[in-house]
């Protein structure tokens, strides 16, 4: 998932992520593994804490009609 490679790339580990969003224990873990997804509010502050552009973490999503 892209939310794992951007954390790795800026060298924390869930924990550390968590606590610079003062975030629950599990909440970076429930995101990577698929179980939860992030809002765009949530994106947009998780590559704040992280410091790279919110677009970095986002995987392109492909709308049929």
Known sequence: ???RHA???AGLTQIELEKRLGAY????????SGERELTLIETIVVAE???VDPT?????VRIES
């Open 7 to 9: 954390r790795k790339k």
């Open 1 to 3: 998932m892209l939310l």
């Open 49 to 51: 804490a992280l410091g």
């Open 25 to 32: 224990k599990g909440y970076v873990s429930k995101y990577e």
């Open 56 to 60: 970095s973490i986002v995987k392109e």
